[in-house]
């Protein structure tokens, strides 16, 4: 076994012990192998000094080194500080050598942007000018100074005056040249697409550029703001007058054709044509939305309010030509009247609506709302008026003299308007309403008493068949007091009896308009019947009520058989063929219910079942009585020939 333990004896602190079990034979070999490792021992404490003393002599110089670094770095360090300082006065030089390289390029650059400014965009380069303006706002905005500021500025002023030109032109040669033409159908002259796609971009930057609202220290955003109001306005008066083009000879067919066409297709030429005017506004505020540089509010509506100028001053212009053609004529034109009052108000919830864009200031003004208050006073007009014609009718021309039988124009007339007003049924209630009801009488030349409160509510239904109502007992007053003028009364019967017959078939038995049945109501019917039952039993009194005298007995003449009695029976026959040959001549001078087949065929059988079997029992009668010899030259016509007779007087 070995063990090592310091030995204090070598210096080395190393003691070395070295015990071993060995056998005898081995113990002979122990001295020698003793003194090998005391050897080593040796030199392995020669080698240790050797390394000890290297040792002290590095830590030496180690130490005389370093003492030399600390003297180095004191020598170094004002040299160090003082590179430090012409290092920043190095970097200051630089900064301030760039800084007049930037100066310098700045104003070549600018004199380079000035040209292309004001050489004005040219074709291809909108793009390039555009990015010029918007370099020059930026550079404005966050570096120039005051005086490059300026400079800058007026090119920008400059730059936006070119592009308003731009904007200008391009908008002029949209709104020129002749609006679209197609026949009698509007076609409305919209803006070409594109144009409309050119100016997109440009509408875009004018919308971008700095305004007073916006950019409130920009030195040119009052000269930007008044160019592009300036531009803006250009803009309203061109699109303005093109409109105003595009519509205007259809205003001018509205007006030239009032005085051949029929009222109500007239007034609904007119409700078209302002229609297409509502329509061409419509499309126009989009389009202003679209194009205009200057989007607020206030300044759009302006704006739009001067584009609708034109197209307003035209609509009043065409209502006034229109309604001067009205008040020439009142009696002639009434439906012409009533069509427009229908179309105008028809349009004014539309109206209404688009004006309102141009803006609250212009809230109270409506030019339709005019245009129809003018309309509707001429409208008002009309309905005493009309009362009025028809009472005057009883004392025309015809009055002392022979009128005739045919039907009179105010009949004709009154039953065209009744038949007329449910086409424009919604104008005529509407007036009549703000009228007053029974008002209309006052063109009889009557102050039209207050009325009670009414039992049941005033609607413009219930206003139109009071109207009616007054109209029909107005005409059937007149027809009586003309047919009573005449000096032949079976004429004036016959007159009464066409003339009354005429409004009764077409307004009560077979209204040629479905909607009459909405205001001839059961009074207004009751009248017309009535009347037409009087005039009917005047008929058949006047013309054949002389017939029957002349077939009646007379008890108390000469006694049967006598020769006086049979004097007096050839006498009543002879006077009834002659009564009845005379019936036959005014008939065939003077028709009966000419127009109505329905009509002719009902009088025809009442006078036959009046006429006949008298006729049939006077015969019959004389006859047994043996009143002559030869009866047949008193007898001329047998009651079926007298039948016939009749019934020719109504073919």
Known sequence: MLTFRPNPKIGAHIRFEHKVAVSPLELRWL????????????????????????????ISILTNFDSRLVKLEKSILPLYAATQKLNHRSHNIDRALLKIDEVASSHEGIAEEEGLILRGPQAGQLEIYIDTLARLNAAIAFKSSDEDSREKARLVETG????????????????????????????PATFPPALHAHLKPLVAFLRSLPLPSTHPSHPAGQVILATLREAQRGYADMRGTWNRKSIETHAKRVVDRAETLDGVIAGKELGTWVENLLRIADIEYSLLTSLAPLTMPAILASTYDTLLSPLLTLFTDTLSSLTAIIKRSLHKYTFHALATYAALSASQSRWETLMMRRGDGRRDTNELRDGLNTVRSVCLRTFPEFLADLKLAATGPGKGGELGVSLTDFTVSTVKYLDRIPEVQDAVGAALLALGDGNWKMGEGKQVKAQKPPTIEVTEKVVLQHYTFDIVNTMISSLTTLSRTQRRGAFGSIFLLNNISYPYSRLVLKPTHPGLTEFVTKPTADALASAFRTAKAGYFDANFSPLMQALSEDREKEKVGSSAWKAATKEKFTRFYDLLEEVGDRHRIAKVLEEEEDGKKAIAEEAVKLVVPSLQRFIQRQRDKEFSKNPQKYIKSSSEEVETQIRTFYR
């Open 160 to 187: 936006v005056k070119k592009l308003t030109q731009l904007y200008t032109k391009i908008v002029a040669e949209g709104s020129s040249g002749s609006p679209p033409i197609a026949g009698l159908d509007f076609i």
């Open 31 to 58: 001295p020698r192998t003793m003194d090998d490792e005391s050897a080593e021992i040796e030199l392995l404490e020669q080698n240790l000094n050797k390394t000890h003393q290297i040792s002290q002599r590095m």
